[in-house]
């Protein structure tokens, strides 16, 4: 078949046959490498193949060809269309039959021939009427049975569709609707009359959508019929022609009914991995893998307790045969003892450390006293003369089994350090942990998984599952180990492929790989910062006005220095050493003057600046100090001025 122009193609395609399988044979190409333009392709490469699967008609444009005016008509135009009388031959009896709108139904109808003609021994002059009754098929081959008049009566014909001549329709013209026309092979070509347009022969150019499958291409490609290009058809060639079209492993997650299924991978995941295992690098370009279906397992995530390489991170399915036994969990603040709350169990804690309450009117606690966690309620407190209301937490407190329980409340920003009092000996599953514990808690395997080959999990002293989550996975193997199945994310691991024409094998039991799979740090960040939290932030302590340093911090446990420095005592000659009677040379000006601390077993020691006696540096003058250094301040903060100090020093010195 000789290439034609794509628009040529279209308007001689026969809809009823397809699909129809195209090769490009010149491709057109738009500046800019524009490929897609208002969701119409338009740039073909030479060599590319379209497998037409419909039309869609856009627009009509009526022309005239002895005037050239063209008109567009509506796509719902009630005019009727004839055959001009100018134009009525066909080649063959097979055009004159398929010219037919109406197509083999419309029968008998009547034609003539523009020729003599002999068939058969039987002699029809031109002009003489021949009617065709019916259409039977002999050996894959089309003939027509007819019959017309001679000399001696009725005569019956058997002329095979590939019959040649000139054949034209006689007796009264038929009018056709234009979806009739545009229905006909044949009459899509021919010159029409319409007398409701014009009094000339009128040819109708119809413009479609074409609608085909490419290769590499997700959705149907929609193409102008009007696109510069030649094609030929190469349908017969391109049987077993297969038309990749590529998908997303998020978007096979939402297909039904279609598994199990073999694909091919594309191209692998962009992003850094999100699990630490051994099948995240098979994943690549060329591999192919067996999708066995969807998922319905839920997951726990998981830490251990900080080691050498600090805590790792875990997801684990409710698959885990393992067993696990509660700890004790630990809460740092008053605050995150509300945790517990409203879950209908009773929360009994220790208090690890001495905690001093940051309001004047609410308890401080002391190491060892127990506490029952209430509920939360509200209170009246005193700040900078103020009464404020504040949250705070109600709890019964003993400090032992002989003494009665009292009741106190405490801020949400008290920090501390509180331990859960567990009693609970009692060996759980995972899922009976979610079904009767809250989450977050503490536990320990005390069972491994013996269907796993090393379940890392046994080696940790201490596990926090965190939460639940229910993300669906799909269950996943690669065709050269069937068996052995992994459950990849498709929301988090996202990857193109497409469905190979190779069948599944037999489904067969499998080897689950998934049930304990270690995240990477990164990733476990990322988790936390997509799952949803109503949780308020903690409540921010009060001020504190004990102590101000040089650039107005404000600090607490250190007392202000204003008393002045004493004069130095003077030294006899005979007491004086080589040292001291060289006097010191002068600092510069830029120069930090930092006090020199004598060391002392007595952590509240005092420690001489000239002749003054200085309370030494508490602890949390000590933190802001060091902070201000580490974090590049230019600032030099001192426990009083002891840059005067120290000029009154020196000036006694040289005067002495």
Same mark, same amino acid.
């Given at each position: 078949?000789?290439?034609?122009?794509?628009?040529?193609?279209?308007?001689?395609?026969?809809?009823?046959?397809?699909?129809?399988?195209?090769?490009?044979?010149?491709?057109?190409?738009?500046?800019?490498?524009?490929?897609?333009?208002?969701?119409?392709?338009?740039?073909?490469?030479?060599?590319?193949?379209?497998? !037409?699967?419909?039309?869609?008609?856009?627009?009509?444009?009526?022309?005239?060809?002895?005037?050239?005016?063209?008109?567009?008509?509506?796509?719902?135009?009630?005019?009727?269309?004839?055959?001009?009388?100018?134009?009525?031959?066909?080649?063959?009896?097979?055009?004159?039959?398929?010219?037919?709108?109406?197509?083999?139904?419309?029968?008998?109808?009547?034609?003539?021939?523009? $020729?003599?003609?002999?068939?058969?021994?039987?002699?029809?002059?031109?002009?003489?009427?021949?009617?065709?009754? %019916?259409?039977?098929?002999?050996?894959?081959?089309?003939?027509?049975?007819?019959?017309?008049?001679?000399?001696?009566?009725?005569?019956?014909?058997?002329?095979?569709?590939?019959?040649?001549?000139?054949?034209?329709?006689?007796?009264?013209?038929? %009018?056709?609707?234009? %979806?009739?026309?545009?229905?006909?092979?044949?009459?899509?070509?021919?010159?029409?009359?319409?007398?409701?347009?014009?009094?000339?022969?009128?040819?109708?150019?119809?413009?479609?959508?074409?609608?085909?499958?490419?290769?590499?291409?997700?959705?149907?490609?929609?193409?102008? %019929?009007?696109?510069?290009?030649?094609?030929?058809?190469?349908?017969?060639?391109?049987?077993?022609?297969?038309?990749?079209?590529?998908?997303?492993?998020?978007?096979?997650?939402?297909?039904?009914?279609?598994?199990?299924?073999?694909?091919?991978?594309?191209?692998?995941?962009?992003?850094?991995?999100?699990?630490?295992?051994?099948?995240?690098?098979?994943?690549?370009?060329?591999?192919?893998?067996?999708?066995?279906?969807?998922?319905?397992?839920?997951?726990?995530?998981?830490?251990?307790?900080?080691?050498?390489?600090?805590?790792?991170?875990?997801?684990?399915?409710?698959?885990?045969?393992?067993?696990?036994?509660?700890?004790?969990?630990?809460?740092?603040?008053?605050?995150?003892?509300?945790?517990?709350?409203?879950?209908?169990?009773?929360?009994?804690?220790?208090?690890?450390?001495?905690?001093?309450?940051?309001?004047?009117?609410?308890?401080?606690?002391?190491?060892?006293?127990?506490?029952?966690?209430?509920?939360?309620?509200?209170?009246?407190?005193?700040?900078?003369?103020?009464?404020?209301?504040?949250?705070?937490?109600?709890?019964?407190?003993?400090?032992?089994?002989?003494?009665?329980?009292?009741?106190?409340?405490?801020?949400?920003?008290?920090?501390?350090?509180?331990?859960?009092?567990?009693?609970?000996?009692?060996?759980?599953?995972?899922?009976?942990?979610?079904?009767?514990?809250?989450?977050?808690?503490? $536990?320990?395997?005390?069972?491994?998984?013996?269907?796993?080959?090393?379940?890392?999990?046994?080696?940790?002293?201490?596990?926090?599952?965190?939460?639940?989550?229910?993300?669906?996975?799909?269950?996943?193997?690669?065709?050269?180990?069937?068996?052995?199945?992994?459950?990849?994310?498709?929301?988090?691991?996202?990857?193109?492929?497409?469905?190979?024409?190779?069948?599944?094998?037999?489904?067969?039991?499998?080897?689950?790989?998934?049930?304990?799979?270690?995240? =990477?740090?990164?990733?476990?960040?990322?988790?936390?910062?997509?799952?949803?939290?109503?949780?308020?932030?903690?409540?921010?302590?009060?001020?504190?006005?004990?102590?101000?340093?040089?650039?107005?911090?404000?600090?607490?446990?250190?007392?202000?220095? =204003?008393?002045?420095?004493?004069?130095?005592?003077?030294?006899?000659?005979?007491?004086?050493?080589?040292?001291?009677?060289?006097?010191?040379?002068?600092?510069?000006?830029?120069?930090?003057?930092?006090? !020199?601390?004598?060391?002392?077993?007595?952590?509240?020691?005092?420690?001489?600046?000239?002749?003054?006696?200085?309370?030494?540096?508490?602890?949390?003058?000590?933190?802001?100090?060091?902070?201000?250094?580490?974090?590049?301040?230019?600032?030099?903060?001192?426990?009083?001025?002891?840059?005067?100090?120290?000029?009154?020093?020196?000036?006694?010195?040289?005067?002495?």
């Amino acid at each position: 078949m000789e290439p034609l122009s794509f628009q040529e193609y279209i308007l001689s395609l026969d809809i009823a046959s397809l699909p129809r399988v195209l090769k490009v044979c010149s491709g057109v190409y738009f500046q800019g490498s524009v490929y897609e333009v208002g969701g119409r392709e338009c740039c073909l490469s030479t060599g590319d193949l379209i497998k !037409i699967t419909g039309l869609h008609l856009q627009k009509i444009t009526c022309e005239d060809p002895e005037t050239g005016q063209a008109t567009e008509l509506p796509l719902n135009f009630k005019g009727h269309f004839q055959p001009s009388r100018d134009k009525l031959s066909y080649m063959s009896l097979k055009k004159l039959v398929r010219s037919r709108p109406a197509g083999l139904q419309d029968m008998p109808f009547a034609f003539a021939s523009a $020729v003599d003609l002999t068939v058969d021994g039987q002699f029809i002059p031109k002009g003489q009427p021949i009617s065709l009754l %019916s259409v039977a098929r002999h050996e894959g081959q089309e003939f027509a049975n007819c019959t017309t008049m001679g000399k001696d009566g009725q005569h019956l014909l058997c002329l095979p569709f590939s019959f040649q001549g000139q054949f034209c329709e006689c007796s009264g013209q038929p %009018s056709y609707t234009l %979806s009739q026309v545009l229905e006909s092979e044949a009459m899509r070509g021919q010159r029409l009359k319409c007398s409701a347009l014009s009094r000339h022969s009128l040819l109708l150019c119809p413009v479609y959508e074409v609608q085909a499958i490419m290769h590499m291409r997700k959705e149907v490609v929609k193409i102008p %019929s009007t696109l510069e290009v030649d094609v030929e058809d190469v349908t017969e060639e391109s049987q077993h022609t297969h038309f990749i079209k590529p998908l997303m492993l998020s978007e096979v997650l939402r297909l039904e009914g279609a598994f199990p299924m073999q694909a091919e991978i594309l191209e692998g995941p962009e992003y850094p991995p999100i699990f630490e295992n051994d099948w995240i690098p098979h994943l690549q370009k060329g591999q192919k893998i067996q999708i066995h279906g969807k998922s319905c397992a839920w997951r726990i995530l998981a830490s251990s307790s900080k080691g050498r390489r600090g805590s790792r991170h875990f997801l684990l399915s409710n698959t885990y045969q393992g067993k696990f036994r509660r700890r004790p969990r630990e809460f740092p603040t008053v605050f995150d003892l509300t945790t517990s709350l409203g879950m209908g169990k009773c929360l009994r804690v220790v208090v690890t450390k001495d905690c001093e309450s940051t309001e004047e009117d609410l308890p401080s606690l002391s190491m060892g006293d127990r506490l029952e966690v209430l509920h939360l309620a509200k209170t009246q407190v005193r700040r900078q003369a103020e009464h404020k209301s504040i949250e705070v937490l109600l709890c019964s407190r003993s400090s032992g089994e002989d003494e009665e329980s009292e009741q106190l409340m405490l801020p949400l920003d008290l920090e501390g350090g509180f331990v859960e009092e567990v009693s609970d000996s009692r060996r759980y599953s995972l899922p009976e942990i979610v079904e009767q514990l809250q989450l977050p808690c503490e $536990v320990k395997v005390t069972t491994k998984d013996s269907s796993l080959a090393n379940d890392i999990l046994g080696s940790f002293s201490a596990l926090r599952l965190e939460a639940r989550i229910t993300e669906p996975f799909l269950v996943t193997s690669l065709c050269e180990a069937p068996s052995v199945s992994f459950q990849i994310p498709p929301q988090w691991l996202d990857m193109a492929l497409f469905f190979t024409e190779e069948p599944a094998p037999p489904q067969t039991a499998l080897t689950d790989r998934s049930k304990v799979e270690e995240l =990477t740090e990164s990733f476990y960040y990322h988790l936390l910062k997509l799952m949803p939290s109503n949780e308020a932030p903690p409540p921010r302590p009060p001020k504190r006005k004990d102590f101000r340093d040089k650039a107005g911090t404000q600090l607490s446990g250190a007392k202000e220095v =204003t008393e002045k420095p004493k004069p130095l005592p003077p030294l006899s000659k005979s007491k004086r050493t080589p040292e001291e009677s060289v006097p010191p040379s002068p600092k510069p000006r830029n120069a930090r003057s930092r006090p !020199i601390v004598r060391s002392s077993p007595n952590e509240y020691s005092p420690h001489r600046i000239g002749s003054q006696m200085v309370p030494k540096p508490t602890k949390p003058f000590k933190e802001a100090r060091d902070a201000n250094v580490s974090d590049g301040s230019d600032h030099d903060y001192e426990l009083i001025d002891d840059i005067k100090t120290t000029d009154k020093m020196q000036k006694a010195v040289l005067h002495y």
